[in-house]
Every structure is written in C-alpha cells, then in structure tokens.
C-alpha cells in the first residue's frame, strides 16, 4: 500500500516535470535571427522591458504592474499568433501546448506572489514565452510576400 | 458519449498517430537509424491491433479482453524497456566503458523486478498470473520512469548535444509517468470507479501525449549531425537556464 502511495505520488510529479521539459525545451528551438523584434516595436509590447528590469538591474518586482504588462502582451501576441500571416486562423499544437504553459506559469507567478516567495523566475519565463510568440509570428510574416500586393487584394485572398 | 466509445476513439487516435510517426520516419529514412522507435511503433500497432480483435470478438466487460488487455499492456512496457535501454546505449555512444556498466545495471534491474513481483505475490493463491502481470507491468513501468528520469539527467550531466534524444526520452517520460500513476492508482482502490476512469482517459492520452512529442522532436528537430551553428536563442538564456540541472 505504501509503496502504491509513493508510486503515484512519484509519478505525478514526474509527469508535470516531463510536461515541462518539453515546454523548455520547445522554447530553446533556435531561430536564424531575432524575428521578434519588429512585432515588439510595431505593437509596442513591454515584456522586454520587463525582463530587462527583472534580470539586468536587478530592480524590486512591481507585482501588479508587471503582471498587467505581461498580460496584455500575451493577449496581442496571442491574436496575432492566431490572426497575423496565418491563413488557416488556427493555432499549432506547438502554439497550444505553450498557452497553456503560459497559464499555468501565470498560475505559479500568483501562487508565488500570495505566499511571498521569489517571483524572478516566473517572470522571466513569462518572458521567454512571450519572446518566442514573438519570434514565430516575426517568422512567418517574413516569410509571407506581401510585396506584389495592395492590402485590400491581401484581404479578399482570405 | 459513453465512457467505452470514447476509449475506443482515443485508442484509435493514438493508433492513427503511431502509424502517421511511422511513416513519417520512413519517408524521411530515419526508420533504421531511429531503429528502437521503429520497433516500438510497431510493437504499439500490433498491440493495439490485438486490442481491437479481442474487443469486436468478445466485447468491453469478456475476461478474454481483459486477459489480452493486461498480456498486450505486459509486452508493450517491455518493448519500451527496451526503447529505454537503447536511448542509454544512444546516450553512451561515446563512453562504452559506461554503457557496459549500465547495461549490466539495466539487466539487473529487470531480473529484480520480476523476482519482487513474484515475491509479493507468492502469497495469493487464485488468478496468480493475472495479478503477476499487473503486479510486473506496475512495477516495470515505474522503474522504467525511475530510469527515464536517470538516462534524462545523465544527457544533462554529460552534455549530450543530440537534442532531438532529449525530446524522445521528455515523451517517453510522460508514456512512463501517466500509465505509473494510472496503476497505483488501481492497485490502491482496488479497481474502483476512480481508477477505471483514468484507465479509460489517462492511457491513451498518455500516448498520444508521447506519440505528439515524438512528432515534433522528429520532424522539427534537426538530427544532430545537421545542427547548424547557434545564432539566437528563442526564449532567451532564460529558458536554457530553467531546465532543471542536476
């Protein structure tokens, strides 16, 4: 019985574990450049901004402003993981799988916050979630030829 | 839709994604060099044929279905020990000094295995092979996943470049992890409805779980000798700092 106990305990955790390895993993995919940097500047997102407080001046964690700010990026990058160059308006299982993964670290980042332990570190992969929307959507709309057409010509081929 | 049809349709899926990632392999001439998947797959099909035969012939409730449902599951856990077993051997391609240790410990592990499952159980006296073969499966899945979990930190500790391995054993992991779980589960409510349940959602989800991670590590992962050299890092430094280092 106790050994059953132990098994199961055991190997729930190790499922979240695996979970998110794969996750991490997906996330150090490799791109040939920075293609997030465009969709940063042209939608005016924050979340660089945010880990570059988080990691690099070490500053004091400003809880709800920080998580206001890595919310409303995930909202518009989510959108355009759905919507921009995207002529099936579905997301990968890839996309999914890390919207969920974003949820959950969302999840952690309060838990983290209520019971006033480091949130440094949810943050940051917040971050590098963000990052790596960016880098997808910056992907494929290079990837997209938009140059031989008008944006109403764009439209009506959807 | 009752709990059966969507046990079927889940199964089916996984079936539809096992021989998708083998033709996949095939096609892109990876099934030898990637041998023990190949075998795994196929084991995976013909088990899952097995499977279908036994429930259109005796039905969902027959203890002919149960009996080839548990005899299946036994030598489905044992082809992944194997699949394990060669990621070790993968992993220890340039140290075979390390691997003849390990596959030492390896065989070691097996043989204790089935000698504690035939000790617990020596005490039953009815329906013996049966609870021998639950007990085993049990027992071999959680030791594979305690393995997994070994072979995943060693690729850690050895830095073992082939990333597309560390995707493989991740999916394996949760192949493991899941159906572990599932029969702790059982075994500690003694069959209850609880443990039916995630018999009927957990297993297969499990596998489509692993076969979908397969998937990707296959066909977005660039074997290793084809890795070109590092630019940029998706998710920062970041995301190759939090993978858990041991």
Known sequence: ?158 | MDQVTLSGVLSYVGIVFEAGLLVVLLRRRLAVNLWEVSVYLLTALGVGAARSYALERYGFASSQYSNCYWTTDLLLVLAAFVLVVSFFRRACSENPEMWRYIGFLLGTVLVAIAGVSYFSLSIHKGGFLSLFIVEFSQNLYFASLVLTTLLYLMTLKMAVADERLGLLVSGLGIEFAGPAAGLALTYLTRGAEVAHVVGVYFFPLCDVGMILTWFYAISRVPSPATVPRRKVMAGHALAEGSVPHV
């Open chain 1, 1 to 158: 019985m106790f050994l059953a106990a132990l098994i199961l305990t055991l190997s729930m955790a190790m499922l979240f574990f695996y979970l998110q390895t794969i996750c991490l993993r997906i996330l150090r995919r490799e791109f040939d450049r920075d293609y997030s940097l465009p969709i940063v500047n042209a939608n005016r997102l924050e979340f660089p901004a945010v880990r570059k407080a988080v990691e690099e001046f070490n500053a004091p964690i400003d809880y709800a402003r920080f998580c206001m700010m890595l919310k409303c990026d995930f909202l518009a990058l989510s959108y355009l993981l759905r919507n921009a160059a995207n002529e099936n308006r579905r997301l990968s299982l890839q996309d999914r799988l890390l919207i969920v993964y974003f949820h959950l670290t969302y999840f952690a980042l309060r838990v983290r916050h209520l019971l006033r332990l480091n949130e440094k570190l949810p943050i940051l992969r917040l971050t590098s979630i963000l990052h790596f929307f960016g880098n997808v959507i910056g992907l494929r709309v290079t990837a997209t030829r938009f140059r031989d057409i008008s944006a109403s010509d764009y439209l009506l081929t959807l």
